[in-house]
């Protein structure tokens, strides 16, 4: 059981590259969310989903789009990069009960940096 | 929309002494999450309450969720080094509606 695994772990950009970070849990969670985390600053929602085929807008979600094909995949991508979104990104699954999400379980998170 | 706030934002306590952390939702919550994160780390779950004024207890730590839903609270009795990280709510107004995680209380251990 691997949890949530999240590729890249480093990512150095350049202003107006695109790239897709990428999230895969194995646990078999309806719920998953993608999370950034700026320094000393708390977790924003960037999108989140409930199930495949269906993904909803956090707290932030302009300049990532996201999509959920299937249960295990939950990819972020960044449009075209600019320095604001130099950051800590995490994502995170979780168990639905009736409507509500149980633990979340985060993975190591991708640190990006966007020159 | 929906805002959670903890106070206070930082604390530095000697080893031994209590801390305690404050969680509080502009919204009725269905349930709340506590979550540890240690320096470079991820978050950890630690717990979840869903019941008015439920409280839980794990070892020296202690959980309280509010009469009316919308604020929470962690305590720690006798604090170690290994209790050094920043503890995060999040709460979960139910009906497949989003988690928002409360701004954390990044607590320093002097030894």
């Known amino acids: 059981n691997a949890g949530v695994t999240q590729t890249p772990k480093f990512q150095v950009l350049k202003t107006g590259q695109s790239m897709t970070l990428q999230c895969a849990q194995d646990m078999n969670h309806e719920y998953m969310s993608w999370y950034r985390q700026d320094p000393g600053m708390g977790l924003r929602l960037i999108h989140y989903s409930v199930g495949a085929g269906i993904t909803d807008q956090g707290e932030v979600p302009n300049g990532y789009n996201v999509s959920r094909s299937t249960t295990e995949d939950f990819p972020l991508r960044l449009l075209s990069a600019a320095p604001s979104q130099t950051s800590v990104y995490f994502c995170a699954s979780s168990y639905l009960k009736g409507t509500e999400s149980y633990e979340q379980y985060f993975g190591p998170g991708t640190r990006l940096t966007v020159t | 929309g929906q805002q959670v706030m903890q106070i206070p934002q930082y604390q530095h306590v000697q080893e031994g002494e209590d801390f305690t952390t404050y969680c509080n939702s502009s919204?009725?919550?269905?349930?709340i999450q506590w979550y540890k994160q240690r320096p470079g780390g991820h978050p950890v779950f630690l717990i979840q309450?869903?019941?008015?004024?439920e409280v839980k207890k794990q070892k020296r730590l202690t959980f309280q969720f509010g009469e009316a839903k919308k604020n929470s609270s962690l305590h720690i009795t006798a604090t170690q080094t290994t209790d050094v990280g920043t503890y995060f709510c999040a709460g979960d107004r139910g009906g497949y509606q989003k988690v928002t995680f409360g701004t954390g209380t990044k607590l320093q251990v002097i030894p």
């Open positions: 919204t009725t919550l269905s349930n």
């Open positions: 309450l869903v019941k008015s004024g």
